[in-house]
């Protein structure tokens, strides 16, 4: 017993004196292969790391590895560095890397600079947890993830984060191998997208002057609602989101913004009722739900006003994907409206959807001219999709497909696995109030995204999947963080993994020293695995 006691002691004091690391990180690289021999590169201090010269993205990712790591970038001749991080890698993938250590050192290669910074998170990773002289095994470590589209939505209209909590949740991305932040900039609760051209839209329509307290299923009696007596207010101007946009794209994030519309445009119609069926006056919403008040599709100066926002958006985000929305839009006000109905008379359109599909032609056609393609909830599809909209599929997978099928590019993103405003533990006692539901680790990581009766030529157009969180209980950084983690890294291994590399018992094992990471960087997380 006391020979046992003393073994484990010695065993103690050698793994904090020397720690060997495994590479085995999340998301999981596809190979990894330690060189027999036990021979291993010991990270000490003041070792070099050499990027090619003349290339900004890498002289940045060589900053990265100074962050994490301690490497001194003092060359941007790759030659005699310890760590020298290379492009060349031969992959169809532009996001593929090997880690190569051995007796010359440790070698980064990227298939482009977005492999190099993948990289650099898996080897990061793999050491964040380790203290003492730290070692890494001679090995091959390779991956390229499975999606190009590894996304993530935040939704800041409902309540507003600071650029300060947005720039933490782009790093959480980057740690989990993500490369869309899809930013929700607007809703019936607020407007945060400052439009020059439009500035009451970011001076009032900003302003919500209370909030619902407790759970809130729309709107059927108000006179009930009891509200609180803090004013939910903030936008992002555009110098703001320029910086933010730069900030993303150091760590190889596009972001793609939405404004939702017709619906979701409250808001919008509190500073601009004219653009209303009805003429208003609206307020700012101040409870949750589906709002019955739309942007008038009848009215020419609605396409006018969604030309000046989007025009400024696109001035903003230079990403390809610009998101129209198009969910919840009720036609309620469109069948009583004698503007509408005189548009669909125009345009011989048979039923209300159309007239979505009628703003959406105008807004792609506009778009396209800068360049950009559209993408829309899967609403979109009911009067009909324009040319090339690509569809985020959320009321379940069945959208997702047909629009594959009409070879329309997809993001899956359904309630079932990828809603985390949802309860992730059984006892909701246990957590903070949500806004319902149940989506526990496992079944975010159970997800997959390509439906199995698609051809392979329909599957080549689900371009990836993404979670989602929408922010009507989400109340603060450490709230949304709390709702983000652990759940986050199951989705990383969706967007990363081929399905057959996947386990579930295996992943809750690594879970553990992802989890180590997130203690060291400060990051509010779950502690229940369900
Ligand atoms: C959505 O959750 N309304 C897209
Ligand atoms: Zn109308």
Redesign the pocket.
């Known amino acids: 017993m006391k020979k046992q006691i003393l073994s484990l002691l010695v065993a103690a004091m050698s793994m904090t004196a020397a720690a060997e690391v495994n590479y085995q990180v999340v998301p999981l690289p596809q190979k990894i292969e330690i060189e027999p021999g036990g021979k291993f590169f010991t990270l000490v201090q003041g070792l070099t790391v050499g990027y090619p010269a003349d290339n900004a993205l890498m002289k940045r990712n060589a900053e990265f590895a100074e962050e994490y790591f301690g490497f001194l970038p003092k060359t941007a001749d790759k030659k005699g560095a310890d760590v020298s991080l290379t492009l060349g890698l031969k992959s169809d993938n532009p996001d593929a890397y090997v880690i190569t250590v051995g007796k010359k050192g440790i070698n980064i290669q990227g298939a482009s600079e977005s492999g190099v910074f993948y990289g650099l998170q898996t080897l990061r990773k793999s050491i964040m947890n380790e203290q003492g002289e730290v070692r890494l095994p001679f090995a091959t470590v390779s991956a390229e993830p499975r999606f190009a589209y590894r996304g993530t939505e935040l939704d800041c209209a409902r309540h507003f984060f600071p650029v300060s909590f947005v720039k933490k949740f782009i790093d959480i991305l980057a740690l989990h191998g993500i490369n869309r932040f899809h930013w929700h900039l607007t809703d019936d609760q607020g407007w945060r997208f400052e439009v020059k051209a439009l500035p009451e839209l970011a001076e009032k329509a900003s302003v919500r002057p209370h909030t619902i307290i407790g759970r809130n299923v729309g709107l059927a009696d108000p006179s009930n609602a009891i509200f609180d007596d803090t004013p939910e207010t903030g936008y992002y101007t555009q110098q703001e989101l320029r910086d933010v946009v730069r900030y993303a794209a150091e760590r190889f994030i596009t972001i793609v913004p939405e404004i939702d519309l017709p619906g979701h445009m409250v808001a919008a119609l509190s500073v601009y009722p004219e653009l209303g069926c009805t003429g208003g006056p609206y307020e700012v919403w101040c409870t949750w739900g589906i709002a019955d008040d739309v942007l008038c599709a009848g009215n020419p100066k609605t396409l006018e006003f969604l030309k000046t926002v989007y025009g400024e958006l696109c001035d903003v985000f230079p990403g390809e994907l610009i998101h129209i929305g198009g969910?919840?839009s009720p036609r309620v006000r469109w069948k009583s409206c004698p503007k509408c109905q005189a548009k669909m008379k125009e345009l011989g359109l048979e039923k209300e959807a159309q007239l979505q599909t009628y703003i959406n032609k105008e807004m792609e056609s506009f778009l396209q001219k800068r360049g950009r393609q559209i993408i829309g909830?899967d609403e979109t599809l009911e009067g009909g999709l324009s040319e090339k909209a690509a569809v985020?599929s959320?009321r379940g997978y069945e959208g997702g497909k047909a629009a594959a099928k009409l070879h329309h590019h997809v993001v899956m993103t359904p309630?079932s696995h990828c809603?985390i405003d949802y309860y992730q533990l059984k006892n909701t006692n246990a957590q903070p109030l949500a806004i319902g539901g149940y989506l526990p680790l496992s079944k975010v990581y159970s997800m997959e995204p390509v439906p199995a009766d698609l051809t392979d030529e329909e599957a080549q157009y689900i371009m990836g999947a993404q979670c989602?969180l929408?922010t009507e209980y989400v109340v603060s950084p450490d709230h949304a963080e709390y709702m983000l983690l652990p759940r986050l890294a199951a989705m990383s291994e969706v967007q990363w993994l081929q399905p057959e590399a996947k386990n579930y018992e295996q992943f809750l094992g690594r879970l553990e020293g992802l989890k180590g990471c997130y203690k060291k960087l400060g990051y509010k997380y779950c502690t229940g695995n369900e």
């Open positions: 969910d919840e909830w985020m959320w309630t809603y989602n929408w």
